[in-house]
């Protein structure tokens, strides 16, 4: 059972390019949610989707997409790099419906800087 | 707005010690709460989680209680090892919106076990 799956782990970017950040989770979970980690700051959580075909903002979600076509992925993209989105990344999925996180289960991580 | 704080931010102990972790939330009315473990350069792992009407989860030498009407939590290791110097966190999942966008985390106790 290989659970939550993220690639990249490591990305160098330059300032204005694009990219997408894989997740995808073999474990038939509804919710799935992205991260990003800084030194200070915490975990905070960037978009968040409670099933196929939806998905919503979180804290930090300026700069970047999401969409959800499958029960399994989770891309998140970067639209245009900025140096402030120099961080690690998390990707994360949980059991329970109506939207309410039960046990969450997180991959490995990206590690992305931008130049 | 939901707050999580952690303290202490890091505590270093001799191996077999038991030790306390703590974990505080301004807002009690919670879903649920989480303790994670995160190793350096890894994923979070949940270790233990408990629903608002529990007051304590067991999970081996570890042992997770909650008190929500004090809007506290302590995550309780017995006859620490060295394996288990990691950095710790919790998180709790607000019912608002559903509890998919209220998963507020704390910044963590960063755990040292010397052997």
């Known amino acids: 059972n290989a659970g939550v799956t993220q690639t990249p782990k490591f990305q160098v970017l330059k300032t204005g390019q694009s990219m997408t950040l894989q997740c995808a989770q073999d474990m038939n979970h509804e919710y799935m949610s992205w991260y990003r980690q800084d030194p200070g700051m915490g975990l905070r959580l960037i978009h968040y989707s409670v099933g196929a075909g939806i998905t919503d903002q979180g804290e930090v979600p300026n700069g970047y997409n999401v969409s959800r076509s499958t029960t399994e992925d989770f891309p998140l993209r970067l639209l245009s790099a900025a140096p402030s989105q120099t961080s690690v990344y998390f990707c994360?999925?949980?059991?329970?419906?109506?939207?309410?996180?039960?046990?969450?289960?997180f991959g490995s991580g990206t590690q992305l800087s931008v130049l | 707005k939901q707050e999580v704080t952690q303290i202490p931010a890091a505590l270093s102990v001799p191996e077999g010690e038991n030790l306390v972790l703590n974990c505080s939330f301004t807002?009690?009315?919670?879903?649920?709460l989480q303790w994670f473990r995160q190793d350096p350069g890894k994923g979070l792992t949940s270790l233990l989680l408990i629903q608002s009407s529990q007051r304590e989860q067991t999970s081996g030498r570890l042992n997770a209680s909650l008190d929500k009407s004090s809007g506290r939590s302590t995550l309780y290791i017995a006859a620490s090892q060295p394996g288990d110097s990691a950095t710790y966190l919790c998180?709790?999942?607000?019912?608002?919106?559903?509890?998919?966008?209220?998963?507020?985390f704390g910044k963590g106790t960063h755990l040292i076990i010397q052997p």
């Open positions: 807002d009690s009315a919670i879903y649920n």
């Open positions: 998180a709790v999942t607000n019912p608002s919106g559903g509890g998919a966008d209220g998963l507020t």
């Open positions: 994360a999925s949980s059991q329970g419906t109506g939207g309410y996180v039960e046990k969450l289960f």
